[in-house]
Nanobody
Framework: VQLQASGGGLVQPGGSLRLSCAASGSIFRINAMSWYRQAPGKERELVATITSGGNTNYADSVKGRFTISRDNAKNTQYLQMNSLKPEDTAVYYC?????????WGQGTQVTVSS
Protein backbone atom coordinates (compact mmCIF):
# COMPACT_ATOMS: atom_id res chain seq x y z
CA VAL A 1 0.00 0.00 0.00
CA GLN A 2 1.35 3.41 -0.95
CA LEU A 3 0.13 6.85 0.03
CA GLN A 4 0.74 9.94 -2.08
CA ALA A 5 0.17 13.26 -0.35
CA SER A 6 -0.08 16.56 -2.19
CA GLY A 7 -1.35 20.10 -1.85
CA GLY A 8 1.12 21.69 0.52
CA GLY A 9 2.76 25.02 -0.09
CA LEU A 10 3.30 28.57 1.10
CA VAL A 11 0.26 30.60 2.11
CA GLN A 12 -0.32 33.87 3.92
CA PRO A 13 -2.00 33.96 7.33
CA GLY A 14 -5.75 33.72 6.91
CA GLY A 15 -5.42 31.80 3.68
CA SER A 16 -6.51 28.30 2.72
CA LEU A 17 -4.99 25.11 1.42
CA ARG A 18 -6.41 21.71 0.55
CA LEU A 19 -4.31 18.62 1.10
CA SER A 20 -4.99 15.33 -0.64
CA CYS A 21 -3.75 11.83 0.11
CA ALA A 22 -4.41 8.98 -2.30
CA ALA A 23 -3.91 5.38 -1.26
CA SER A 24 -3.08 2.71 -3.81
CA GLY A 25 -2.21 -0.96 -3.79
CA SER A 26 -3.85 -3.99 -2.30
CA ILE A 27 -6.66 -2.37 -0.34
CA PHE A 28 -9.72 -4.26 0.74
CA ARG A 29 -10.96 -1.96 3.45
CA ILE A 30 -9.77 1.27 5.04
CA ASN A 31 -10.94 1.60 8.63
CA ALA A 32 -9.75 5.14 9.29
CA MET A 33 -7.83 7.89 7.59
CA SER A 34 -5.90 10.55 9.46
CA TRP A 35 -3.72 13.60 9.11
CA TYR A 36 -0.82 14.32 11.46
CA ARG A 37 1.65 17.17 11.47
CA GLN A 38 5.10 17.78 12.83
CA ALA A 39 6.57 21.22 13.32
CA PRO A 40 10.34 21.77 13.73
CA GLY A 41 11.47 20.72 17.18
CA LYS A 42 8.08 19.30 18.11
CA GLU A 43 6.55 15.86 18.25
CA ARG A 44 4.18 14.63 15.59
CA GLU A 45 0.59 15.37 16.55
CA LEU A 46 -2.79 14.21 15.37
CA VAL A 47 -4.69 16.82 13.37
CA ALA A 48 -7.83 15.00 12.26
CA THR A 49 -9.29 11.54 11.75
CA ILE A 50 -12.22 10.21 9.75
CA THR A 51 -13.59 6.70 10.20
CA SER A 52 -15.09 4.41 7.61
CA GLY A 53 -18.49 5.51 8.84
CA GLY A 54 -17.68 9.17 8.38
CA ASN A 55 -17.17 10.09 12.01
CA THR A 56 -14.58 12.80 12.48
CA ASN A 57 -12.28 13.93 15.26
CA TYR A 58 -10.12 17.05 15.37
CA ALA A 59 -7.36 18.49 17.46
CA ASP A 60 -8.65 21.41 19.52
CA SER A 61 -6.22 23.74 17.77
CA VAL A 62 -7.85 23.19 14.36
CA LYS A 63 -11.53 22.76 15.24
CA GLY A 64 -13.71 25.08 13.20
CA ARG A 65 -10.91 25.78 10.71
CA PHE A 66 -9.99 22.39 9.24
CA THR A 67 -12.27 19.81 7.66
CA ILE A 68 -11.31 16.22 6.90
CA SER A 69 -13.20 14.25 4.28
CA ARG A 70 -12.77 11.08 2.25
CA ASP A 71 -13.75 9.62 -1.09
CA ASN A 72 -14.05 5.90 -0.53
CA ALA A 73 -14.32 5.11 -4.23
CA LYS A 74 -10.93 6.74 -4.80
CA ASN A 75 -9.33 5.69 -1.48
CA THR A 76 -8.49 9.35 -1.04
CA GLN A 77 -8.70 11.66 1.94
CA TYR A 78 -8.65 15.43 2.00
CA LEU A 79 -7.86 18.12 4.54
CA GLN A 80 -9.40 21.50 3.84
CA MET A 81 -7.51 24.07 5.90
CA ASN A 82 -9.00 27.54 6.28
CA SER A 83 -8.01 30.58 8.34
CA LEU A 84 -4.46 29.31 8.46
CA LYS A 85 -2.14 30.61 11.17
CA PRO A 86 1.66 30.69 11.36
CA GLU A 87 1.48 28.02 14.05
CA ASP A 88 -0.05 25.66 11.49
CA THR A 89 3.34 25.56 9.76
CA ALA A 90 4.51 21.95 9.72
CA VAL A 91 5.06 18.89 7.60
CA TYR A 92 1.68 17.20 7.23
CA TYR A 93 1.51 13.41 7.04
CA CYS A 94 -1.40 11.23 6.10
CA UNK A 95 -2.00 7.69 7.22
CA UNK A 96 -4.54 4.96 6.65
CA UNK A 97 -5.46 2.19 9.02
CA UNK A 98 -6.32 -1.12 7.41
CA UNK A 99 -7.28 -4.24 9.38
CA UNK A 100 -4.04 -5.15 11.14
CA UNK A 101 -1.79 -2.53 9.58
CA UNK A 102 -1.02 1.17 9.37
CA UNK A 103 0.55 3.00 6.44
CA TRP A 104 2.06 6.50 6.24
CA GLY A 105 2.50 8.94 3.40
CA GLN A 106 5.70 10.87 2.71
CA GLY A 107 4.61 14.23 4.10
CA THR A 108 3.88 17.57 2.51
CA GLN A 109 5.18 20.92 3.77
CA VAL A 110 2.72 23.63 4.75
CA THR A 111 4.19 27.04 5.51
CA VAL A 112 2.02 29.89 6.74
CA SER A 113 3.90 33.16 6.54
CA SER A 114 3.52 36.70 5.32
Amino acid sequence: VQLQASGGGLVQPGGSLRLSCAASGSIFRINAMSWYRQAPGKERELVATITSGGNTNYADSVKGRFTISRDNAKNTQYLQMNSLKPEDTAVYYCNVRLPGSLYWGQGTQVTVSS
